[in-house]
């Protein structure tokens, strides 16, 4: 099993841009997430997602759409880049249900806004 | 919603030293306490959970403990050594939170050799 990949691993914006983060988990989990990490704040929730068809958002959603079209795949999209989205983006999956509370994190995408 | 204070922010040790770190929670249904270790450039990865059920759990030297009372969790880590050094976060979720985990701000844990 590769896990949870994400991609770009790296990516560079300017101010107003969009672009996609790409995640995807092939264990077959329902809950996805995506979290960003900046300096001294720990990992903050963007938006998750209970399965497929299925998204609400976390703790900080302005600025950021999701969708869940599969069970697999869960992109991230920033509609209109601003400097304050710098950030490492990491999303996550784990399994529904008693003895899966592991959730599992991607490799993180490290997002510069000029 | 739930809120996870984290303490210390930093702490430096002595290799063999003993560290802990504590959180504490706000939201009495949380249920589900992780551990996650995170090291320059990496992903986080859980080392040690416990759920609300139990008050310890041990895994080699690493251990937390859990006062549901007070809520407030630690992570203990015995004879400390220089690969301990990284990013230590604590978390929370319960029941009802569908996977949501709140994160604590993080300590960096440097062991000197």
């Known amino acids: 099993n590769a896990g949870v990949t994400q991609t770009p691993k790296f990516q560079v914006l300017k101010t107003g841009q969009s672009m996609t983060l790409q995640c995807a988990q092939d264990?077959?989990?329902?809950?996805m997430s995506w979290y960003r990490q900046d300096p001294g704040m720990g990992l903050r929730l963007i938006h998750y997602s209970v399965g497929a068809g299925i998204t609400d958002q976390g703790e900080v959603p302005n600025g950021y759409n999701v969708s869940r079209s599969t069970t697999e795949d869960f992109p991230l999209r920033l509609l209109s880049a601003a400097p304050s989205q710098t950030s490492v983006y990491f999303c996550?999956?784990?399994?529904?249900?008693?003895?899966?509370?592991?959730?599992?994190f991607g490799p993180g995408t490290r997002l510069t806004v000029l | 919603g739930e809120n996870v204070e984290q303490h210390p922010s930093t702490l430096s040790v002595q290799e063999g030293d003993s560290a802990v770190i504590k959180c504490t929670y706000s939201d009495s249904a949380s249920n589900y306490f992780p551990w996650y270790k995170q090291e320059l450039g990496k992903r986080p990865q859980l080392i040690i959970d416990?759920?609300?059920?139990?008050g310890e759990k041990k895994d080699q030297r690493i251990a937390v403990t859990l006062n549901k009372t007070a809520k407030h969790f630690s992570l203990h880590i015995t004879e400390t050594q220089p690969e301990d050094s990284a990013v230590y976060f604590c978390a929370a979720t319960s029941r009802t939170s569908y996977g949501k985990l709140t994160f604590g701000q993080g300590t960096i844990l440097t062991v000197h050799p």
């Open positions: 996550a999956s784990r399994g529904k249900g008693q003895g899966r509370n592991e959730q599992f």
């Open positions: 416990i759920r609300s059920n139990v």
């Open positions: 264990m077959n989990h329902e809950y």
